[in-house]
């Protein structure tokens, strides 16, 4: 069974750092490419930023370029989504997904995804 465990969420003023993890589990982790999305309250849920299973290419919705940065560790079956210079916009539960390219998360669509962990930044 796959499992997606998001983690590192919380309240962070805003220009705080917070680092999200999402550690997968039951799929072989370095044949899926990984995404973040977020859904702010009232709000569709939006592609955040994506790193591919072979070259580690990133992509990144134009909101957050220069601010976030996604990575990945194969031996710990974690990708992480580092954000730096939080604004109040950025308050959303975060969730990563995974699927087999990031063409696809970049569409909306995983085959997998976590439950979510809620940023929220105050001003």
């Known amino acids: 069974q796959v499992q997606l465990v998001e983690s590192g969420g919380g309240l962070v003023q805003a220009g705080g750092s917070l680092r999200l993890s999402c550690a997968a589990s039951?799929?072989?982790?370095?044949?899926?490419?990984m995404g973040w999305f977020r859904q702010a309250p009232g709000k569709e849920r939006e592609f955040v930023a994506a790193?591919?299973?072979?070259?580690?290419?990133?992509y990144y919705a134009d909101s957050v370029k220069g601010r976030f940065t996604v990575s990945r560790d194969n031996a710990k079956n974690t990708v992480y989504l580092q954000i730096n210079s939080l604004k109040p916009e950025d308050t959303a539960v975060y969730y990563c997904a995974a699927t087999y390219n990031t063409a696809t998360l970049r569409r909306g669509i995983g085959d997998y995804w976590g439950q979510g962990t809620q940023v929220t930044v105050s001003s």
């Open positions: 790193i591919g299973w072979s070259t580690g290419r990133t």
């Open positions: 039951g799929l072989i982790f370095s044949n899926y490419a």
